[in-house]
């Protein structure tokens, strides 16, 4: 890819001293395979290190009317606080900017979800198959944050996530501990005996005592989030070309 393209922008939730494990460095890092030449940059929502609005800073430019870069968000779905600031950001930059789609809904993200809960143990591999595939009666509820929008995002990943486990799964926000109640009884009534939470959340919008007090609170394992996972590096840069591609479309005669 061309080094004059436009910038690769990964908008990330809370701080750059929050991001204690480098999830946004790491994975910034592995889409820079996807897209060579292009300058990726990262700007976080909140204090003032490394933040968004300084990422959208451009030098002059020979075209001021040029876009300039391709906002992404590190986020699995819609989450609407995060939204806002991210549509305000893109609107306050010194250049042109676009913003990219959610990550998800993405097959992809089901592909993360499932790395996730075999990397801690709640899922064995099939050599057959190069599948993880978890042991009879356990079932999958899968964690959204954000609202509404943001559950019917992640339903499209627990549904795949599902056809790859062979085992009921079910999505529940964050947050709502009757609907997490609720959606663990709908896993002992398909016959799970043994529930595991899988957060589709990427990690940095979502603290994650979060996650830990949901554990200690219902006694049920949960997985890490998806985190710095190949795939959603893959998947940034998919956004990213997306994004590119409905510029050249528009722009396009016809």
Sequence with gaps: MASDAPALVLAVPGTAAADQQGVAEEIAATAELSCPGVDIRIGYLAGEAHSLADALTFDSRPDPHAVAGVV?????????????????????????VLL??????????AESLHARLADAGLARHAR??????????????????????????????????????????????????????????????????????????????????????LTAQFGIP????????????QLVAIRYGAALARLSMAGSPG
């Design 222 to 233: 949960c997985a890490a989030p998806l985190g710095a996972h190949p795939a959603v590096a």
């Design 72 to 96: 992404v968000p590190l986020l699995a779905g819609p989450f609407p606080a995060i939204d806002d600031r991210l549509a305000r950001a893109v609107s306050e930059a010194s250049a042109p």
């Design 128 to 213: 057959a198959h190069g599948l993880s595939i978890a042991t009879a009666g356990h079932g999958v509820l899968v964690l959204a944050d954000g609202g509404v929008e943001a559950v019917q995002t992640a339903e499209v990943a627990a549904v795949l996530l599902a056809s790859r486990l062979s085992i009921p799964t079910v999505t529940a926000l964050l947050g709502d501990s009757a609907a997490i109640s609720r959606g663990l009884g709908r896993l002992r009534e398909a016959g799970s005996q043994r529930a595991t939470f899988a957060p589709c959340v990427i990690g940095p919008e979502t603290p994650r005592h979060e996650l830990d007090s």
């Design 100 to 109: 990219a789609a959610h990550l998800g809904p993405h097959p992809l993200v």
